[in-house]
């Protein structure tokens, strides 16, 4: 397989806590019941969650409120808002190469999709 598939977990990670608040795992599930090609796995996202935590762009608190260990609780700060907008805009602009490139390719194979 060619590309990085941990290229934009920050990203996926930022706007799943743009939805509210939630806990690693919790952020895992929901990108892998989610995205339709999700490539993402625990020690992708906790490590996401650590570089975001270190750069201000979460903060976390801990709940105590279910049986067992308590669980650190990721929420988006206002760093993390103006980091989730650059992601946006590079994601956007890396979409509209793509969309070059899927174009090009489908009209010199006769428009054939390789899906």
């Not at 919790?26 to 750069?55: C, G, H, Q, T, W």
């Not at 762009?57 to 609780?73: A, M, Q, T």
């Not at 700060?77 to 103006?82: K, N, R």
């Not at 907008?85 to 890396?94: C, L, P, S, V």
Request: net charge neutral; with cysteine.
């Amino acid at each position: 397989m060619i590309g990085k598939p941990g290229r934009h977990v920050p990203a996926f990670v930022l706007l799943m806590l743009a939805e509210k608040p939630r806990y690693g795992l919790e952020i895992l599930n929901e990108l892998n019941e989610r995205l339709p090609y999700s490539r993402f796995d625990s020690a992708a996202v906790y490590k996401a969650l650590n570089k975001l935590e270190e750069s201000a762009c979460v903060s976390f608190s801990w709940d105590h409120n279910e049986p067992g260990p308590p669980k650190k609780i990721y929420a988006l700060t206002s760093s993390g808002q103006t980091t989730l907008e650059n992601f946006y805009d590079d994601i956007k602009m890396r979409r509209s190469n793509l969309d070059f490139f899927l174009n090009t390719y489908q009209t010199l194979k006769g428009g054939i999709d390789h899906e």
